[in-house]
């Protein structure tokens, strides 16, 4: 089976589309193409887990300023007939698009060839992309119920958010001193949370918690999140990197982690995968996530399974200070709970399955013999 995965930009889409193809090529399915841009996460991903990349010419036309949409616009044509000419050489027999600027010139292109489109949507709000060709998948994946009124009713289906495998099988670090903090923003860092962050730092200081931290920034607030933690003494202490590459190594060794949901997109993925380990997060902007992840934890107003809400420098200190000392039995059972739920409703394999089921339906009763059914 040829397969092309489109779109890409953020982690929210690059990562679940490298999850697919694992699972693909661990199905024995290894044409498998990725057509992104040269500007995405995915250029330097892709290569990295050995996936072939094509890239169009495409950008932004959502939350831009009208020097930005423009061009975009202008080139728009050069992107649908790069897209045609993918599609013409690689002759796929489906294609899988994961949101993001790409994936909507190759799904609209793949469409008026005739080509099977299956979209997967971990947002409880369908990004631009997905919105645009809505009514012309053949399968709508959709990660949260909120998301399936986007897309034609008979053609959706709710399959939960994709966890690599490698979120179940990293053994967490015993909760003993010196613990670690993992502050995460998405793939491109988010203002907000680094911000955040960074006035919160003198009350780490002078804290008296031993704590290490591991602070993602993104690119532009690197050297400043740099700079703010040699400023408070705390530079020894702390890993401050542009971006993970390994993130379910990142949260292995963390006790708490701080991600910001100024996105559904980030809050849905990362929170699912921090669960998935058993860690607790703490959601700044809380007010862009969805409520629905995980059932609200009865007598604690402030959590939502391990997510905690908070806003401000303090709180985020506070909140820490609140999740390092929760007592032990209390913290296992919340994080085996959490694991539990995550893995009877996001799993990787979830989705694969129905992904497979829309591949049965459209190729035929010839997948019968292709695919080791016995295996899903």
């Not at 002759?91 to 600027?101: E, H, I, K, R």
């Given at each position: 089976?040829?397969?092309?995965?489109?779109?890409?930009?953020?982690g929210?889409?690059?990562?679940?589309?490298?999850?697919?193809a694992?699972?693909?090529?661990?199905?024995?399915?290894?044409?498998?193409?990725?057509v992104?841009?040269?500007?995405?996460?995915?250029?330097?991903?892709?290569?990295q887990h050995?996936?072939p990349?094509?890239?169009?010419?495409?950008?932004?036309?959502?939350r831009?300023?009208l020097?930005?949409?423009?061009?975009?616009?202008?080139r728009l044509?050069?992107?649908?007939?790069q897209?045609g000419?993918?599609?013409?050489?690689?002759q796929p027999?489906?294609v899988?698009g994961?949101?993001?600027?790409a994936?909507?010139?190759v799904?609209?292109?793949a469409?008026?060839?005739?080509?099977?489109i299956?979209?997967?949507?971990?947002n409880a709000?369908?990004?631009?992309?997905?919105?645009?060709v809505?009514?012309?998948?053949?399968?709508?994946?959709?990660g949260?119920?909120?998301?399936?009124?986007?897309?034609p009713?008979?053609?959706?289906?709710?399959?939960?958010v994709?966890v690599?495998?490698e979120?179940?099988?990293?053994p967490?670090?015993?909760h003993?001193?010196?613990?670690t903090?993992l502050?995460?923003?998405?793939?491109?860092?988010?203002r907000?949370i680094?911000r955040?962050?960074?006035?919160?730092?003198?009350?780490?200081a002078?804290?008296g918690l031993?704590?290490?931290?591991?602070h993602?920034?993104g690119?532009?607030?690197?050297?400043e999140?740099?700079?703010?933690?040699?400023k408070?003494?705390l530079g020894?202490?702390?890993q401050?990197l542009p971006?993970i590459?390994?993130?379910p190594?990142?949260?292995?060794?963390a006790?708490v982690?701080?991600?910001?949901s100024?996105s559904?997109?980030?809050?849905?993925?990362t929170?699912i995968?921090?669960?998935?380990m058993?860690?607790p997060?703490?959601?700044?902007?809380i007010?862009?996530?969805?409520?629905?992840?995980?059932p609200a934890?009865?007598?604690?107003?402030?959590y939502?399974g391990?997510?905690?809400?908070?806003?401000?420098?303090?709180?985020i200190?506070?909140?820490?200070?609140?999740?390092?000392?929760l007592?032990?039995?209390?913290?296992?059972?919340?994080?085996?709970?959490?694991?539990r739920?995550?893995?009877?409703k996001?799993?990787?394999?979830?989705?694969q399955?129905?992904t497979?089921?829309?591949?049965?339906e459209l190729?035929?009763s010839s997948?019968?013999?292709?695919f080791?059914?016995?295996?899903?």
């Amino acid at each position: 089976m040829r397969v092309i995965i489109a779109g890409g930009g953020t982690g929210g889409h690059v990562i679940p589309a490298l999850a697919v193809a694992a699972e693909l090529r661990r199905r024995g399915h290894h044409q498998i193409l990725l057509v992104g841009t040269a500007r995405g996460l995915e250029a330097r991903l892709a290569p990295q887990h050995g996936l072939p990349l094509e890239t169009i010419d495409v950008g932004a036309l959502k939350r831009v300023g009208l020097l930005q949409k423009a061009p975009t616009l202008f080139r728009l044509p050069y992107s649908f007939w790069q897209s045609g000419c993918i599609l013409d050489s690689f002759q796929p027999d489906v294609v899988y698009g994961v949101g993001g600027y790409a994936s909507g010139p190759v799904l609209f292109m793949a469409a008026m060839k005739g080509i099977p489109i299956v979209v997967h949507e971990p947002n409880a709000a369908p990004g631009f992309a997905n919105r645009c060709v809505a009514p012309f998948v053949t399968r709508a994946l959709v990660g949260f119920p909120e998301a399936a009124r986007y897309f034609p009713a008979t053609q959706v289906e709710v399959v939960g958010v994709p966890v690599r495998a490698e979120f179940f099988q990293v053994p967490r670090k015993p909760h003993l001193p010196p613990f670690t903090l993992l502050i995460f923003g998405g793939s491109q860092g988010a203002r907000s949370i680094n911000r955040a962050v960074i006035e919160s730092l003198p009350l780490f200081a002078s804290s008296g918690l031993d704590v290490r931290f591991i602070h993602q920034t993104g690119e532009k607030d690197f050297r400043e999140a740099q700079a703010a933690f040699e400023k408070c003494g705390l530079g020894g202490r702390a890993q401050v990197l542009p971006f993970i590459d390994d993130m379910p190594a990142a949260f292995a060794i963390a006790q708490v982690a701080v991600i910001a949901s100024t996105s559904a997109e980030t809050f849905g993925r990362t929170s699912i995968e921090a669960q998935a380990m058993g860690c607790p997060v703490i959601v700044s902007d809380i007010g862009a996530a969805p409520e629905t992840i995980i059932p609200a934890l009865p007598g604690k107003q402030n959590y939502t399974g391990w997510v905690i809400a908070c806003h401000d420098p303090t709180a985020i200190a506070e909140r820490v200070a609140e999740a390092l000392t929760l007592p032990p039995l209390d913290r296992d059972a919340l994080g085996a709970r959490a694991r539990r739920q995550v893995a009877a409703k996001f799993t990787l394999s979830q989705m694969q399955r129905a992904t497979l089921a829309v591949y049965d339906e459209l190729l035929g009763s010839s997948l019968a013999d292709r695919f080791d059914k016995r295996s899903l």
